[in-house]
């Protein structure tokens, strides 16, 4: 656990700033499902805040970055960091080139083709994963697995439907 071990550190909620844009029903539930997940599981400390959590996370978009608001439940303000998305785009894409790939594959391809395709597609997500820990080490401390949620978010945020 993040963050001196409190049980505290950690999201309990989510929310898409109106910046992020609005999608297709489809990519609106991958959004959903991805900040269930997210506040289902999570380790978050922003570094620094003594007090801890639990923590609101407000996302927003800013000329190709994105922004991370970090506030209490209580809605005070505890930080704002701005990740450039400049570092992701690579990896978001051929991320998405890969899912493609798996979806097709499914319908038609070999189980050990499909395995393949998966193995690469869970290697390009612990890249982007392990990109945004290096991205927010120093700002907030998270686990990789709740890199991997954010990460995910990150993705679903990209798609435009």
């Known amino acids: 656990m993040a963050g001196n071990g409190n049980a505290n550190n950690r999201l309990s909620d989510v ?4 910046t992020i844009g609005r999608s297709t029903p489809d990519i609106e539930h991958e959004r959903a499902v991805a900040i269930f997940d997210l506040i289902e599981e999570n380790s978050f400390h922003p570094i620094g805040d003594e007090t801890g959590g639990p923590y609101k996370l407000k996302l927003s978009l800013a000329e190709s970055r994105l922004i991370f608001a970090v506030n209490r439940e209580s809605g005070d303000t505890v930080v704002t960091h701005i990740l450039s998305l400049t570092p992701f785009r690579r990896i978001v894409k051929d991320y ?3 899912c493609e790939s798996y979806y097709a594959a499914i319908r038609s391809a070999t189980p050990s083709q499909i395995e393949a395709i998966d193995m690469g597609r ?8 392990q990109t945004l820990l290096d991205r927010l080490s120093g700002k907030i401390e998270v686990d990789f697995d709740t890199a991997r949620r954010l990460f995910t978010l990150i993705c679903v945020l990209h798609w435009r439907g």
């Open 96 to 98: 998405y080139m890969i």
């Open 15 to 18: 929310v898409l700033d109106e």
């Open 122 to 129: 869970r290697g390009l997500h612990n890249e982007g994963s």
